[in-house]
C-alpha cells in the first residue's frame, strides 16, 4: 500500500518536476495549437486532466486483471504486448464520450477548441501516462495519482503559455519574431525556467 509521503511525490514529481511538456516534451501539438486564449486553454487543460485521469484508472484495471493476468501467464498466455493498441481504443472512446459532452453541454467552448479536441486521441502525453504507469508498476491509486499530477502539469504548464501570449500580443515583437517563432522561444524559456524545480525531488 501506498503511503500519503510516496503519492505527494509522485504529485510532484510529475506536475512540477518532471513536467509532461516542458520536460518530457509531450503534447507540444495541442500546447502550441490552443495557447492562444487562457479560456481555450483552461478548457482543453480541463479535458485532458478527464482523459488522462480515467484512462490511467481504465488501462490500468486492463493491464493488471486482463493483459498480465498472472493466472494466464502461468498458462503461457503473454497479453502485455497488446497493451499499445489496446490503450489506444480506451483513451479513443474517452475522448469520444468528452467530445459529445462538450457539444451538448458547453458548444461555444467545444467550437473554439476545434480539431485539438479530438487530437486529445492522438496526444502522446496521454498514451504515455498510460504506458509509464505500466514501466513504473504503479499500482491503481498511484496510477490515479500520477495521471491526474501529469494532467495537472499540462493543465500548468497550458494556462501559463496562454497568458503569456496574450501579453506577447500587445507588444512590439521584431518582425522576424512574429508568429510561431517567438512562441518556441516562450516555450523553451518556460522549458528552462522549470528546469529549476528539478532538485526538489
Not at 63 to 78: E, H, R, S, T
Not at 106 to 122: F, K, N, R, W
Not at 139 to 167: C, D, H, P, Q, W
Request: aromatic share 12%.
Amino acid at each position: 500500500m501506498s503511503t500519503l509521503a510516496e503519492l505527494v511525490l509522485i504529485a510532484v514529481g510529475s506536475a512540477i518536476v518532471n513536467n509532461v511538456v516542458l520536460s518530457q516534451f509531450l503534447g507540444i501539438c495541442p500546447f502550441l495549437g490552443v495557447s492562444k486564449k487562457t479560456e481555450t486553454a483552461a478548457g482543453m487543460g480541463g479535458a485532458v486532466i478527464f482523459v488522462i485521469t480515467i484512462s490511467s484508472f481504465i488501462t490500468g484495471l486492463i493491464y493488471k486483471f486482463i493483459l498480465a493476468n498472472p493466472f494466464l501467464v502461468k498458462k503461457g498466455i503473454d497479453l502485455t504486448y497488446l497493451k499499445t493498441i489496446v490503450f489506444i481504443l480506451v483513451i479513443a472512446a474517452l475522448v469520444q464520450f468528452v467530445e459529445m459532452f462538450l457539444k451538448k453541454s458547453m458548444p461555444s467552448l467545444y467550437q473554439s477548441l476545434g480539431v485539438y479536441l479530438p487530437l486529445i486521441t492522438t496526444n502522446c502525453a496521454v498514451l504515455g501516462v498510460a504506458l509509464n504507469c505500466v514501466t513504473y508498476d504503479y499500482n491503481l491509486l498511484e496510477g490515479v495519482v500520477y495521471g491526474f499530477s501529469t494532467a495537472f502539469g499540462f493543465f500548468i504548464a497550458i494556462v501559463l503559455m496562454a497568458g503569456i501570449r496574450e501579453k506577447i500580443e500587445y507588444n512590439d515583437i521584431p518582425k522576424t519574431f512574429r508568429g510561431t517563432a517567438i512562441v518556441l522561444i516562450t516555450a523553451c524559456l518556460m522549458s528552462i525556467a522549470f528546469m529549476g524545480f528539478s532538485g526538489m525531488i
